[in-house]
C-alpha cells in the first residue's frame, strides 16, 4: 500500500520535483508520475555538467536533509554508480551560522531559564555551523572548558517533512520504477530515516562516545572526550573540550616531536579493537573528527556517525579480508555471497572470474604494497556489477578504511596498512577458535539444534503420512534443463536423419545393383510414371549427406 502524501507537505514535494527537473532529472519526475507538479519552464540547467555534479548541486540546494541523504548514498557504491559516489562526497556540509538569540532561545527551552548559571562563560561565535546544528566554545562555573552543540531551530520539523516524502517516493518508485526490481528502496529509505533521527537526537551521540569509549578503554594510545549529561538533551550536547593538534597538521606534529609511525600504530590499533573485536566503530575519521595528544594519543571527535556490526558480519568480514591476504577467490566469493544481499539470478561463474581477475591483479603485488581500503572498494564495484547489495554497515566500514588509509599514507608514505594489520587479524582468528569463544558460539546455537531436533521426527513423519496416502509431491527443477533437452532435441534429429539416409542408401543400392544385374536398364532407368528414379535418388542422397555433414560441423539444430 503506498501512502498519500499529507496536503501540507504538497509545496515541499513540488519545490523538491521542480529542484531536481532544474537541474536535469525531470525524466526521473515524469518516470515516478510526479510532471504535473512541475512549474511551465521547468528545465535542465547546467546541461553541460555531469550528472553526478548536477545531483550534487540538487541535494544541496534542497537543504539539511538532502545533503545527509547525498551523504548516506556516497557510502553505498554497491547500489550506486562510481562517478556518483565521487561526487556526493564532496557535498559540502557548512551552512552560515543562526542567530545568536536562536542560540540563547534553544539553551534556555533545553537547560531552563537559569542555563547562563551553568556556563561561567559562552562565546557567541560558533567554532563551525553545519546543516543540522553548530559549536560553540564554553567554560562550565567549575573551570571546565566545554563544547555546546547547538540544534538549529525547526530543522528537526523539517526533517521529519522530508522524511516522510522520502519514504512516500521510495514506495512509488519501487512500483513504478525499473530498478524496483532490483533494488529494495523502502528499506534503503528507512534505513536512512532511522539514522538521521538518531543524528538528531545529540543524547544518541553522547551514548555512541560512551560505549566507544568503553570498547577503547584498555587501549592507552586512544583519548574520548567526556559528556557531561547533566547539561545535555536532545538538543544540547556539552562535551569535554581537548586542545589537541590535527592529524593532519603534520608540520606541527613534527615540531612538537610527535612520531609519525606511532600515531599511525595507535590510530589501526584502535580502529582494529572497534572493528573485529568490539563490533562498534566511528564512522567518520576525517582529519577533522581526529586529533593528537602528547604521547602520540589519539583523540575522537564527532559521535554522530557510528557503525555497528553483528558477529556474523565480523566473521565474514574476516574471511574476506583473510581471502584476499591469501589470494584465495574461495573465501572471498564466500564472504561477499555471506555479506550480502544475492539477486537469484546471480552467475556464480562469472563473478568467480571476477574475482579471479582481481586475484591475479594482486598476485605479483609484495604483501605490504597493497592498499586494503582499495582491494575491499575494487570488490565493492563487483558488487554493484553483479547487484549484490551488501549491508549498509560493511560499505561504511569501506568508507572509513579508505578514510585511515589515506590518513596513514599521509602520515608516513613507507608504512604498510596491511602490514600493520595483519597482526591484529590474526589475533581475532586466534581468539575465534579458543574454547571458550568455541563453547560459547556452541551454548548460542545449541537452542536451535534443540529446537531441530525436536522437529524433526514430527516432520518425518508428516512426510511418511503423506507418502502413505499417495498425495506427496516432489518437484525438480534443473536450472539448465531447456538447454539439456534442445541439444537432445539436436542429437535425436541427427539421428533420425542419418537412419533415413541409410534406409534411402539402402533402397538406392538395391536398385543400382538390380540395374547391374539386368533388372533394370542401367541407364535411362525408368518405372515409377517413367521417372529418371536412378537419378533422381543419386541427387536427393547427395543432399540429404551434405546436409547432415553440415549440421555435425555446425553441431546446431535443424
Known amino acids: 500500500?503506498?501512502?498519500?502524501?499529507?496536503?501540507?507537505?504538497?509545496?515541499?514535494l513540488r519545490k523538491i520535483a521542480n529542484t531536481l527537473a532544474k537541474h536535469g532529472f525531470g525524466y526521473f519526475i515524469d518516470q515516478l508520475g510526479f510532471s504535473g507538479l512541475l512549474n511551465r519552464g521547468t528545465g535542465g540547467e547546467k546541461a553541460q555538467l555531469s550528472r553526478g555534479e548536477r545531483l550534487r548541486l540538487a541535494l544541496e540546494e534542497l537543504g539539511p536533509t538532502f545533503v545527509k541523504l547525498g551523504q548516506f548514498l556516497s557510502t553505498r557504491p554497491d547500489i550506486i554508480p562510481r562517478d556518483i559516489v565521487q561526487e556526493l562526497s564532496r557535498l559540502q556540509d557548512r551552512v552560515a551560522p543562526f542567530a545568536t538569540e536562536r542560540v540563547y532561545e534553544i539553551l534556555r527551552d533545553e537547560l531552563g531559564e537559569g542555563w547562563e548559571e551553568i556556563f561561567a562563560?559562552?562565546?557567541?561565535?560558533?567554532?563551525?555551523?553545519?546543516?543540522?546544528?553548530?559549536?560553540?566554545?564554553?567554560?562550565?562555573?567549575?573551570?571546565?572548558?566545554?563544547?555546546?552543540?547547538?540544534?538549529?531551530?525547526?530543522?528537526?520539523?523539517?526533517?521529519?517533512?522530508?522524511?516522510e516524502i522520502l519514504h512516500y517516493v521510495a514506495q512509488v518508485a519501487q512500483r513504478h520504477s525499473v530498478y524496483g526490481q532490483i533494488y529494495d528502496f523502502v528499506a534503503m529509505a528507512e534505513e536512512f530515516s532511522r539514522a538521521l533521527k538518531?543524528?538528531?537526537?545529540?543524547?544518541?551521540?553522547?551514548?555512541?562516545?560512551?560505549?566507544?569509549?568503553?570498547?577503547?578503554?584498555?587501549?592507552?594510545?586512544?583519548?574520548i572526550p567526556r559528556v557531561y549529561w547533566e547539561y545535555t538533551t536532545g538538543r544540547v550536547l556539552t562535551m569535554e573540550f581537548v586542545e589537541a593538534v590535527k592529524v593532519n597538521e603534520l608540520e606541527e606534529l613534527a615540531r612538537r616531536g610527535y612520531d609519525p609511525r606511532r600515531i599511525a600504530d595507535n590510530?589501526?590499533?584502535?580502529?582494529?579493537?572497534?572493528?573485529?573485536?568490539?563490533?562498534?566503530?566511528?564512522g567518520d575519521p576525517h582529519p577533522g573528527n581526529l586529533a593528537v595528544l602528547p604521547g602520540e594519543r589519539i583523540v575522537f571527535m564527532d559521535f554522530g556517525l557510528v557503525g555497528t556490526l553483528s558477529d556474523e558480519h565480523r566473521r565474514e568480514i574476516i574471511r574476506l579480508v583473510l581471502g584476499l591476504v591469501r589470494r584465495r577467490s574461495r573465501d572471498v566469493i564466500r564472504g561477499m555471497v555471506n555479506l550480502g544481499t544475492v539477486p537469484s539470478d546471480l552467475d556464480m561463474?562469472?563473478?568467480?572470474?571476477?574475482?579471479?581477475?582481481?586475484?591475479?591483479?594482486?598476485?605479483?603485488?609484495?604483501?605490504?604494497?597493497?592498499?586494503?581500503?582499495?582491494?575491499?572498494?575494487?570488490?565493492?564495484?563487483?558488487?554493484?556489477?553483479?547487484?549484490?547489495?551488501?549491508?549498509?554497515?560493511?560499505?561504511l566500514l569501506v568508507k572509513t578504511l579508505l578514510s585511515l588509509e589515506g590518513l596513514i599514507t599521509t602520515?608516513?608514505?613507507?608504512?604498510?596498512?596491511?602490514?600493520?594489520?595483519?597482526?591484529?587479524?590474526?589475533?581475532?582468528?586466534?581468539?575465534?577458535?579458543?574454547?571458550?569463544?568455541?563453547?560459547?558460539?556452541?551454548?548460542?546455537?545449541?537452542g536451535a539444534y534443540l529446537d531441530l531436533a525436536y522437529e524433526l521426527p514430527v516432520q518425518v513423519q508428516r512426510i511418511l503420512s503423506r507418502l502413505s496416502r499417495g498425495d506427496l509431491t516432489i518437484k525438480l527443477e534443473h536450472q539448465d534443463l531447456r538447454s539439456f533437452f534442445r541439444h537432445l532435441e539436436a542429437a535425436v534429429n541427427k539421428l533420425s536423419l542419418s537412419l533415413i539416409l541409410l534406409a534411402f542408401s539402402i533402397i538406392m543400392a538395391?536398385?543400382?545393383?538390380?540395374?547391374?544385374?539386368?533388372?533394370?536398364?542401367?541407364?535411362?532407368?525408368?518405372?515409377?510414371?517413367?521417372?529418371?528414379?536412378?537419378?533422381?535418388g543419386s541427387v536427393i542422397a547427395v543432399v540429404l549427406f551434405s546436409w547432415l555433414l553440415l549440421t555435425i560441423f555446425r553441431g546446431g539444430r535443424f
Open 198 to 223: 538518531q543524528e538528531l537526537d545529540y543524547t544518541a551521540e553522547g551514548r555512541n562516545a560512551d560505549r566507544l569509549r568503553q570498547a577503547l578503554r584498555g587501549e592507552e594510545g586512544v583519548y
Open 267 to 282: 590510530l589501526l590499533r584502535a580502529f582494529y579493537r572497534q572493528v573485529l573485536v568490539e563490533g562498534f566503530f566511528h
Open 1 to 12: 500500500m503506498v501512502l498519500r502524501p499529507r496536503y501540507a507537505h504538497i509545496q515541499r
Open 121 to 163: 562563560s559562552f562565546d557567541p561565535e560558533p567554532l563551525a555551523a553545519a546543516s543540522l546544528g553548530q559549536v560553540h566554545l564554553a567554560s562550565l562555573a567549575g573551570g571546565q572548558r566545554v563544547i555546546v552543540k547547538v540544534q538549529r531551530p525547526e530543522v528537526a520539523r523539517l526533517i521529519h517533512t522530508d522524511l
Open 510 to 536: 538395391g536398385l543400382i545393383i538390380s540395374a547391374g544385374l539386368g533388372a533394370l536398364p542401367l541407364t535411362g532407368s525408368r518405372f515409377f510414371f517413367r521417372l529418371p528414379v536412378l537419378e533422381i
Open 411 to 446: 602520515l608516513d608514505p613507507h608504512l604498510s596498512f596491511i602490514q600493520l594489520s595483519t597482526p591484529y587479524v590474526w589475533e581475532l582468528v586466534r581468539r575465534q577458535y579458543r574454547p571458550r569463544e568455541v563453547w560459547r558460539a556452541v551454548e548460542e546455537n545449541l
Open 349 to 395: 561463474k562469472a563473478l568467480r572470474r571476477e574475482i579471479d581477475k582481481l586475484r591475479q591483479k594482486y598476485l605479483a603485488v609484495p604483501l605490504k604494497d597493497i592498499k586494503l581500503g582499495s582491494a575491499i572498494d575494487e570488490l565493492i564495484d563487483v558488487a554493484f556489477r553483479f547487484r549484490i547489495r551488501m549491508p549498509g554497515e560493511f560499505t
